[in-house]
């Protein structure tokens, strides 16, 4: 993330983007994140902060809109699921860097040197302000396109399922509704690292292991509710109209 001449970041920027900006001040301020400029004289420029508050927003309504006709048989509780997923760090993260962004960002010397899950934050919140850019400066549909192209990938539900941040959440959702009952965690230590069992009722458990107790535990919740939707509920079903 090593920082860029500030008159090349929006030509940068817009070369990874593949976006034409009229305003390439907009762009400019979304990729020059507050310790940048905390460090450095900087031409006025709109407030970093301010373009990621508003960037979530319109993320949230575009991935909401789009998870409300996907799914036409999802109730509140899964179609919030799903969005906690999707507009999540992890994939936020992931997208800023396959577009590039870490390349054309300016951040200052104090958080460069910071480690790889504050550097993921940080991605992932200029990825909220770049939205934000190509929404003020493009409107709607461009911002509502550029979202979605970038998450094609991620609306399936089993994809979903699996890279859902807190799984042992969702699994004590799952069990309090069908069976009224807590899952059991029982975990030992072993040759392949930490062994975690989670039982529920006869038929309804698992065993998985993991390098740490929180991986094991986490990778155990996720085989389990993959095998509870396999064989007690119905997956979630997209509409045939596929629109977007």
């Known amino acids: 993330m090593a920082p860029k001449n500030t008159p090349s970041i929006a030509i940068n920027a817009k070369k990874a983007l593949k976006i034409r900006f009229n305003k390439n001040a907009l762009l400019e301020a979304a990729l020059t994140h507050p310790s940048y400029r905390n460090e450095n004289r900087c031409p006025k420029l709109d407030n970093f902060d301010r373009m990621e508050f508003f960037g979530d927003a319109v993320l949230n309504y575009i991935i909401c809109r789009k998870l409300y006709t996907l799914f036409p048989d999802a ?3 899964q179609l919030s699921r799903l969005r906690s997923t999707l507009v999540s760090r992890r994939i936020l993260s992931r ?3 396959d577009l590039g962004l870490a390349n054309v960002m300016l951040l200052g010397k104090s958080l460069r040197r910071q480690s790889a899950s504050v550097k993921s934050k940080v991605l992932a919140d200029t990825f909220e302000a770049v939205i934000a850019a190509v929404y003020l400066d493009q409107g709607l549909a461009r911002v509502q396109k550029f979202i979605l192209d970038h998450f094609t990938g991620y609306f399936d539900a089993k994809r979903l399922l ?3 941040p807190n799984p042992k959440s969702l699994l004590q959702e799952i069990c309090q509704k069908h069976w009224q009952k807590l899952p059991q965690y029982a975990r030992s230590q072993g040759t ?12 309804v458990n698992i065993l998985a292991w993991g390098r ?3 991986a094991s535990e986490e990778k155990a919740a996720r085989l389990l ?6 064989r007690f509920s119905r997956p979630l079903k997209k509409s045939s109209s596929g629109k977007k």
Not at 225 to 230: D, F, S
């Open 212 to 214: 740490t107790r929180r």
């Open 225 to 230: 509710i993959r095998k509870i939707r396999q």
């Open 75 to 77: 109730d509140e509780g």
């Open 162 to 164: 699996r890279l859902d």
């Open 95 to 97: 997208i800023a860097k």
């Open 192 to 203: 392949r690292g930490i062994k975690t069992e989670i039982r529920v009722r006869p038929g």
